[in-house]
Protein backbone atom coordinates (compact mmCIF):
# COMPACT_ATOMS: atom_id res chain seq x y z
CA UNK A 1 0.00 0.00 0.00
CA UNK A 2 1.41 3.78 -1.09
CA UNK A 3 1.72 5.82 1.83
CA UNK A 4 0.32 8.59 0.30
CA UNK A 5 -2.79 7.75 -1.77
CA UNK A 6 -4.69 9.96 -3.64
CA UNK A 7 -8.42 10.20 -5.38
CA UNK A 8 -9.94 9.87 -8.15
CA UNK A 9 -6.89 9.15 -10.33
CA UNK A 10 -8.54 11.31 -13.25
CA UNK A 11 -11.48 13.30 -13.04
CA UNK A 12 -13.23 15.81 -15.93
CA UNK A 13 -15.80 18.12 -14.93
CA UNK A 14 -17.44 21.16 -16.88
CA UNK A 15 -16.08 24.88 -16.25
CA UNK A 16 -17.86 26.71 -13.94
CA UNK A 17 -18.03 23.22 -11.44
CA UNK A 18 -16.66 22.95 -7.72
CA UNK A 19 -13.67 20.24 -7.90
CA UNK A 20 -12.55 18.08 -4.92
CA UNK A 21 -9.10 16.29 -4.67
CA UNK A 22 -8.61 13.87 -1.91
CA UNK A 23 -5.53 12.60 -0.61
CA UNK A 24 -4.85 10.03 2.68
CA UNK A 25 -1.05 9.40 4.21
CA UNK A 26 -0.17 6.82 6.41
CA UNK A 27 3.43 8.44 8.23
CA UNK A 28 3.93 11.16 10.47
CA UNK A 29 4.41 14.44 8.64
CA UNK A 30 5.98 17.41 8.71
CA UNK A 31 4.00 19.14 6.29
CA UNK A 32 1.63 18.25 3.37
CA UNK A 33 2.35 20.18 0.13
CA UNK A 34 -0.20 20.56 -2.63
CA UNK A 35 1.47 20.78 -6.44
CA UNK A 36 0.49 21.19 -9.89
CA UNK A 37 1.87 19.51 -12.85
CA UNK A 38 1.16 20.99 -16.47
CA UNK A 39 1.77 18.59 -19.52
CA UNK A 40 6.42 18.73 -19.90
CA UNK A 41 6.80 18.23 -16.22
CA UNK A 42 6.80 21.43 -14.71
CA UNK A 43 5.98 21.26 -11.15
CA UNK A 44 3.97 24.72 -9.40
CA UNK A 45 3.58 24.44 -5.54
CA UNK A 46 0.52 25.46 -4.65
CA UNK A 47 -0.19 24.93 -0.74
CA UNK A 48 2.20 23.76 2.35
CA UNK A 49 0.08 23.07 5.22
CA UNK A 50 0.91 21.54 8.58
CA UNK A 51 -2.65 22.34 9.98
CA UNK A 52 -5.78 23.90 9.35
CA UNK A 53 -6.59 25.45 5.50
CA UNK A 54 -5.83 27.87 3.00
CA UNK A 55 -6.75 29.62 0.80
CA UNK A 56 -5.28 31.23 -2.43
CA UNK A 57 -7.60 32.99 -5.11
CA UNK A 58 -10.32 30.07 -6.34
CA UNK A 59 -7.98 27.07 -4.08
CA UNK A 60 -8.55 26.19 -1.19
CA UNK A 61 -6.46 23.58 0.53
CA UNK A 62 -7.29 21.80 4.22
CA UNK A 63 -6.04 19.40 6.26
CA UNK A 64 -6.86 17.02 9.20
CA UNK A 65 -3.49 15.64 10.74
CA UNK A 66 -5.80 13.94 12.86
CA UNK A 67 -7.36 11.49 10.52
CA UNK A 68 -4.11 11.37 7.97
CA UNK A 69 -6.18 13.68 5.26
CA UNK A 70 -6.02 16.72 3.14
CA UNK A 71 -8.39 17.86 0.36
CA UNK A 72 -7.41 20.33 -2.14
CA UNK A 73 -10.76 22.28 -3.76
CA UNK A 74 -11.14 24.82 -6.74
CA UNK A 75 -14.19 26.79 -7.00
CA UNK A 76 -15.67 28.08 -10.36
CA UNK A 77 -13.40 25.56 -12.32
CA UNK A 78 -11.94 26.39 -15.54
CA UNK A 79 -10.18 24.51 -18.84
CA UNK A 80 -6.89 26.39 -17.35
CA UNK A 81 -6.70 24.36 -14.16
CA UNK A 82 -6.47 21.29 -16.49
CA UNK A 83 -3.66 19.54 -14.99
CA UNK A 84 -1.88 17.00 -12.42
CA UNK A 85 -2.58 17.91 -9.32
CA UNK A 86 -0.12 15.89 -6.37
CA UNK A 87 -0.02 15.91 -2.92
CA UNK A 88 3.25 15.10 -1.32
CA UNK A 89 3.90 14.58 2.53
CA UNK A 90 7.12 15.92 4.23
CA UNK A 91 8.37 13.17 6.33
CA UNK A 92 9.78 13.88 9.71
CA UNK A 93 13.31 13.44 7.39
CA UNK A 94 12.85 16.09 5.34
CA UNK A 95 12.05 13.68 2.35
CA UNK A 96 9.35 14.60 0.14
CA UNK A 97 6.86 11.72 -0.66
CA UNK A 98 4.44 11.63 -3.79
CA UNK A 99 0.99 10.32 -4.39
CA UNK A 100 0.50 9.21 -7.67
CA UNK A 101 -1.40 12.49 -9.10
CA UNK A 102 -4.64 13.50 -10.06
CA UNK A 103 -5.24 14.18 -13.81
CA UNK A 104 -7.86 16.79 -14.00
CA UNK A 105 -9.45 17.99 -17.29
CA UNK A 106 -11.87 20.84 -17.28
CA UNK A 107 -14.09 21.29 -20.62
CA UNK A 108 -15.69 24.39 -21.68
CA UNK B 1 14.59 35.90 -9.68
CA UNK B 2 15.27 32.78 -11.51
CA UNK B 3 14.03 29.98 -10.08
CA UNK B 4 15.50 26.48 -10.72
CA UNK B 5 16.76 26.01 -13.67
CA UNK B 6 17.87 22.26 -15.07
CA UNK B 7 19.80 21.51 -18.20
CA UNK B 8 19.82 19.34 -20.40
CA UNK B 9 16.13 19.51 -20.97
CA UNK B 10 15.31 16.41 -23.30
CA UNK B 11 18.19 13.90 -24.00
CA UNK B 12 18.40 10.12 -25.37
CA UNK B 13 20.96 7.93 -24.47
CA UNK B 14 21.55 4.51 -25.23
CA UNK B 15 21.92 1.38 -22.79
CA UNK B 16 25.01 0.97 -21.00
CA UNK B 17 25.95 5.03 -21.40
CA UNK B 18 26.35 7.53 -18.80
CA UNK B 19 24.52 10.75 -17.95
CA UNK B 20 25.33 13.95 -16.08
CA UNK B 21 22.11 16.10 -15.57
CA UNK B 22 22.46 19.52 -13.97
CA UNK B 23 20.47 21.81 -11.99
CA UNK B 24 20.91 25.56 -10.40
CA UNK B 25 18.93 26.10 -7.23
CA UNK B 26 16.64 29.30 -6.67
CA UNK B 27 18.22 32.49 -5.45
CA UNK B 28 18.90 32.35 -1.77
CA UNK B 29 18.34 28.61 -1.58
CA UNK B 30 20.92 26.21 -0.65
CA UNK B 31 19.14 22.22 -0.48
CA UNK B 32 18.72 20.56 -3.54
CA UNK B 33 16.72 17.56 -4.37
CA UNK B 34 16.76 15.09 -6.88
CA UNK B 35 13.43 13.44 -8.16
CA UNK B 36 12.80 10.08 -10.58
CA UNK B 37 9.35 10.56 -12.48
CA UNK B 38 8.46 7.33 -14.59
CA UNK B 39 5.74 8.18 -17.15
CA UNK B 40 2.38 8.25 -15.15
CA UNK B 41 3.88 7.84 -11.96
CA UNK B 42 4.50 10.38 -8.80
CA UNK B 43 8.20 11.53 -8.65
CA UNK B 44 10.30 9.30 -6.17
CA UNK B 45 13.07 10.95 -4.13
CA UNK B 46 16.39 10.07 -5.18
CA UNK B 47 18.62 12.45 -2.74
CA UNK B 48 18.93 15.74 -1.45
CA UNK B 49 21.91 17.51 -0.71
CA UNK B 50 23.61 20.45 1.54
CA UNK B 51 26.73 21.91 2.29
CA UNK B 52 28.08 19.54 -0.61
CA UNK B 53 27.04 16.49 1.10
CA UNK B 54 24.64 13.94 0.45
CA UNK B 55 21.96 13.82 3.58
CA UNK B 56 19.36 11.54 2.61
CA UNK B 57 18.86 8.65 0.02
CA UNK B 58 15.79 6.81 -1.40
CA UNK B 59 15.47 3.57 -2.61
CA UNK B 60 18.03 4.26 -5.34
CA UNK B 61 20.96 1.90 -6.63
CA UNK B 62 24.67 3.38 -6.21
CA UNK B 63 24.33 4.19 -10.34
CA UNK B 64 22.77 7.17 -9.22
CA UNK B 65 25.41 9.63 -7.78
CA UNK B 66 25.89 13.06 -7.21
CA UNK B 67 27.25 16.48 -6.27
CA UNK B 68 26.41 19.64 -5.00
CA UNK B 69 29.35 22.42 -5.89
CA UNK B 70 30.00 25.33 -3.21
CA UNK B 71 27.65 27.78 -5.51
CA UNK B 72 24.54 25.08 -4.01
CA UNK B 73 24.14 24.02 -8.04
CA UNK B 74 23.97 20.30 -8.15
CA UNK B 75 24.71 17.28 -11.16
CA UNK B 76 22.61 13.99 -10.82
CA UNK B 77 25.38 11.29 -12.54
CA UNK B 78 23.44 7.88 -13.74
CA UNK B 79 25.90 5.16 -14.87
CA UNK B 80 25.40 1.93 -16.34
CA UNK B 81 21.82 3.32 -18.03
CA UNK B 82 19.36 0.85 -18.33
CA UNK B 83 15.53 0.94 -20.18
CA UNK B 84 13.90 1.86 -17.17
CA UNK B 85 16.06 4.93 -16.23
CA UNK B 86 13.68 6.41 -18.74
CA UNK B 87 11.97 9.46 -16.69
CA UNK B 88 11.90 12.93 -16.14
CA UNK B 89 14.38 14.30 -13.25
CA UNK B 90 12.97 17.23 -11.29
CA UNK B 91 15.07 19.41 -8.86
CA UNK B 92 13.64 21.03 -6.40
CA UNK B 93 15.34 23.63 -3.84
CA UNK B 94 14.55 24.61 -1.03
CA UNK B 95 16.42 27.20 2.17
CA UNK B 96 18.03 24.76 4.71
CA UNK B 97 14.69 23.41 6.68
CA UNK B 98 12.99 26.28 5.00
CA UNK B 99 10.53 24.04 3.89
CA UNK B 100 9.70 23.42 7.95
CA UNK B 101 8.93 26.82 8.09
CA UNK B 102 5.02 27.18 9.44
CA UNK B 103 2.54 29.25 6.48
CA UNK B 104 5.97 29.19 3.67
CA UNK B 105 5.66 27.98 0.68
CA UNK B 106 9.46 27.87 -0.08
CA UNK B 107 10.06 24.79 -2.44
CA UNK B 108 10.34 25.57 -5.99
CA UNK B 109 10.72 23.12 -8.24
CA UNK B 110 12.78 23.06 -12.38
CA UNK B 111 11.07 22.21 -15.24
CA UNK B 112 13.02 19.09 -15.38
CA UNK B 113 14.90 17.03 -17.69
CA UNK B 114 13.37 14.24 -19.65
CA UNK B 115 15.73 11.15 -20.41
CA UNK B 116 15.25 8.16 -23.02
CA UNK B 117 17.12 5.47 -22.96
CA UNK B 118 17.35 2.93 -25.99
Known amino acids: KNEVEQSPQNLTAQEGEFITINCSYSVGISALHWLQQHPGGGIVSLFM???GKKKHGRLIATINIQEKHSSLHITASHPRDSAVYICAVQANTDKLIFGTGTRLQVFP | DAGVTQSPTHLIKTRGQQVTLRCSPK?????VSWYQQALGQGPQFIFQYYEEEERQRGNFPDRFSGHQFPNYSSELNVNALLLGDSALYLC?????????????????FGAGSRLTVL
Open chain 2, 27 to 31: SGHDT
Open chain 2, 92 to 108: ASSPVFGTRISGANVLT
Open chain 1, 49 to 51: LSS
